[in-house]
């Protein structure tokens, strides 16, 4: 049994609109590395770690703090 909530009701191709709003909606993170190395020296390393998700999806992810009044 899956988790996954299809995104359409599957006698229809899903569109790329339809894609990157369920995306954006539930929010997507990307994380690699990358080290180059010469004779057992690692010389550059290269972290990248990418969120993808709407503003919404990241207050409500409380990533983003929220917009009330300031003191």
């Known amino acids: 049994m899956s988790d996954r909530i299809p995104l359409t009701d599957g006698a ?4 790329l609109v339809d894609v990157l709003d ?5 929010g997507v993170v990307a994380d ?10 690692d010389l ?18 409380t990533l983003l703090p929220s917009a009330g009044p300031q003191a």
Do not use: F, K, N
């Not at 229809?12 to 569109?15: M, V």
């Open 12 to 15: 229809q191709p899903a569109t």
């Open 22 to 26: 369920r995306l954006l909606d539930t």
């Open 32 to 41: 690699g590395q990358i080290v180059l190395t010469v004779a057992g020296v």
């Open 44 to 61: 550059v390393y290269l972290g990248v770690r990418a969120l993808l998700a709407s503003v919404d999806t990241a207050s409500r992810m």
